[in-house]
């Protein structure tokens, strides 16, 4: 299941700085970010084995998840956010505002056959 966890951020007068040291629950192997995007859906899949952490470092957009058991909906709008996507969390991300750049950190470099693109059925 995702997890939407606060990232320590300390602010003053000269403006903030956010830290990710010690919350991300796996080694960082890999690390993209979405930029640019329409009025476009990304993502659309699971994982075998792939943990993601999700932080939108401007902008906003938001986040579906569908864990076979459970469906949830994050909007993340702020820097000092991350949203932990498990393996097995089929997840959508859309509704980007314009100017938004999501960063993902991932547990394992890239590679097609982990990926599964067919969905859960709805959530009942």
């Known amino acids: 299941m995702a997890e939407l966890i606060n990232l320590t951020t300390f602010a003053?007068?000269?403006?903030?700085?956010?830290?990710?040291?010690?919350v991300i629950p796996f080694t960082i192997k890999r690390i993209f970010y979405i930029y640019g995007v329409d009025d476009s859906v990304r993502g659309?899949?699971?994982?075998?084995?792939?943990?993601?952490?999700?932080?939108?470092?401007?902008?906003?957009?938001k986040i579906f998840n569908n864990t076979?058991?459970?469906?949830?909906?994050?909007?993340?709008?702020?820097?000092?956010?991350?949203l932990i996507l498990q393996p097995?969390?089929?997840?959508?991300?859309?509704?980007?505002?314009?100017?938004?750049?999501?960063?993902?950190?991932?547990s394992e470099h890239f590679?097609?056959?982990?990926?599964i693109y067919e969905s859960y059925l709805p959530a009942v």
């Not at 590679?111 to 990926?115: A, K, L, V």
């Open 44 to 61: 659309g899949h699971r994982h075998k084995t792939t943990i993601q952490a999700a932080i939108c470092l401007k902008g906003s957009c």
């Open 12 to 22: 003053d007068t000269r403006g903030n700085l956010t830290v990710i040291e010690r």
């Open 88 to 106: 097995g969390d089929w997840h959508k991300m859309y509704d980007f505002e314009d100017g938004t750049i999501l960063m993902i950190l991932a």
């Open 111 to 115: 590679d097609p056959d982990d990926y």
């Open 68 to 82: 076979g058991q459970e469906e949830q909906e994050f909007t993340l709008n702020s820097a000092s956010q991350c």
